[in-house]
């Protein structure tokens, strides 16, 4: 009689699985939580408009003042999110995203998991979700990391193993074009590959044609997707709003996400000094890709930390030679799945308990908005925008997190007032505002009634409720 995989396994191994197996408790946790992200409101809304109107680039029907057009890029994503906010409500929106965190670490670990032992695979696959945890939210960005860790994983296997092309990568690029606006990555990861082959001389002119031809119709499919060519151009015309959205603004390494992936980055070139093997150019590109979105924006260190976990996993089991197991590859094909599946059906029973509201929203002001007059301009606080905009339509505030959808002078003029500082009145006149909703404590909350005789009418949840009309 032959002993049982789990005899044969060694402690390192055992402690890797047993890793593997406790994480997605831990990243449920961590994710399973009230609904706090500002932009999940609008998605929602922007779900049930597709819906509604079959329509993804439209003259936004929701805010009075902005004057884009709304290209709802993520549309796909936010069909899924109105449809199961239908069903279930914000615990729904909290359930859907901690399944795609669990999703992601598993991920992470098969992906790391080519490149090295349980053990090496385990530590790295948790420090890289560590890396894309600040970006991790309740909105499709986190989609995007879930599909960039196939693709990377796709990817390498293809630089190491060769054999079938993957042509089904093209349909997946569409598919993530109607997600997110980071579904470029996909074609850039094959792009970079390729040319890492070709640096390396080791696959025939005809293979690497071939190869090539699918990022390049990863492109060109997703200029057909219904938002047409210029998904192209969009990240474009983001990028010209970055110096109002805090996530485009260079990472600070001393934040723990930041030094986390810049540590993977170091333990990787590290390993390879250490490993005494020409290191192939399809590693040293994608390290070098790794690197430079690690540094680009807080919103990218994430990208950064995907793309570089199968590299890092790689080099550090150079550092810990430790003996390959067939048993352990029985073990983790099994223990992966079985503790996904079980972290989802666990969220799935306590969502509704752990995230029946959302947060970081003026609750307890509910029934004083409800009671406004239909159509008051309220002069807000970005970050309850999409809310106001969700859960009290009759109301019009002047800005929410949908930055791209307002010219840059509005924002600015909006910046200021919320300040109290220039010609702030103005803004407010403009806009024709009679009621504020603004943070306890803000410059416009004592301005507003020491230079235009507002008064406060209700408080709740670190926020104030000012009015014009009850002087």
């Given amino acids: 009689m032959t002993d049982t995989p ?3 396994l060694r402690p390192p191994t055992m402690v890797g699985l047993a ?8 990243v449920l946790r961590l994710r399973l939580l009230p609904v706090d992200d500002p932009d999940s409101y609008w998605h929602v809304l922007s779900g049930q408009n597709v819906w509604r109107t079959h ?3 439209v003259d936004d029907p929701f805010g009075r003042f902005s004057t884009n057009t709304w290209v709802q890029l993520d549309w796909l994503s936010d069909l899924t999110m109105s449809g199961l906010f239908a069903v279930g409500g914000y615990p729904a929106i909290s359930w859907l995203f901690s399944v795609l965190g669990i999703v992601l670490f ?9 490149h090295a032992g349980v053990l090496a695979a385990a530590f790295v696959a948790v420090a890289a979700w560590i890396g894309t945890y600040a970006s991790q939210s309740y909105r499709p960005q986190t989609v995007s990391f879930v599909l960039l860790a196939v693709f990377v994983t796709v990817w390498l296997r293809v630089a190491h193993r060769g054999g079938r092309t993957p042509w089904w990568l093209v349909a997946l690029t569409y598919l993530w074009a109607c997600c997110h606006g980071l579904w470029f990555l996909g074609p850039l990861v094959g792009l970079v590959v390729v040319v890492g082959l070709a640096l390396e001389r080791a696959r025939p002119a005809r293979e690497l044609l071939v190869l090539s031809a699918i990022p390049v119709l990863g492109v060109l499919v997703a200029a057909v997707t219904p938002i047409g060519p210029r998904l192209l151009t969009l990240p474009f015309t983001v990028n010209a709003y970055a110096e109002f959205v805090t996530e485009w603004r260079p990472p600070d390494l001393h934040e723990p996400y930041a030094a986390v992936t810049v540590g993977l980055l170091a333990l990787t070139a590290v390993g390879w000094a250490r490993g005494g093997r020409r290191v192939p150019w399809t590693h040293v590109l994608l390290w070098g890709m790794a690197l430079g979105w690690a540094l680009l924006y807080a919103r990218t260190v994430a990208i950064g930390a995907v793309v570089v976990a199968p590299l ?6 150079t550092l810990l030679p430790l003996p390959e197991e067939p048993a352990a590859a029985r073990a983790d094909r099994r223990l992966v799945p079985a503790a996904a599946v079980f972290a989802t059906l666990l969220a799935a029973l306590l969502a509704s308990s ?3 509201r959302p947060a970081a929203v003026p609750l307890g002001l509910d029934g004083a908005i409800d009671g406004l007059e239909q159509g008051t301009v309220v002069i ?19 800005i929410d997190t949908r930055t791209y959808l307002f010219d840059v002078p509005y924002i600015r003029r909006y910046i200021g007032a919320r300040g109290a500082v220039g010609d702030w009145e103005s803004f407010v006149a403009t806009t024709g505002a009679k009621v504020a909703l603004l943070r306890e404590g803000e410059p416009l909350v ?8 507002w008064r406060v009418v209700a408080r709740a949840d670190g926020y104030v409720l000012l009015s014009a009309d009850a002087r």
């Fill in 6 to 8: 789990s005899r044969r």
């Fill in 106 to 114: 598993a991920l992470l670990y098969l992906s790391c998991r080519r």
């Fill in 312 to 317: 890092a996993a790689g080099a550090l089991q």
């Fill in 380 to 398: 807000n606080d970005d970050a309850v925008g999409g809310w106001l905009l969700l859960e009290h339509p009759g109301v019009s505030p002047v």
């Fill in 446 to 453: 004592a301005a507003l009634p020491d230079a235009l005789g």
């Fill in 354 to 356: 752990v995230a029946p």
């Fill in 19 to 26: 890793v593997v197996a406790l994480v997605p408790l831990i």
């Fill in 55 to 57: 329509d993804v680039v």
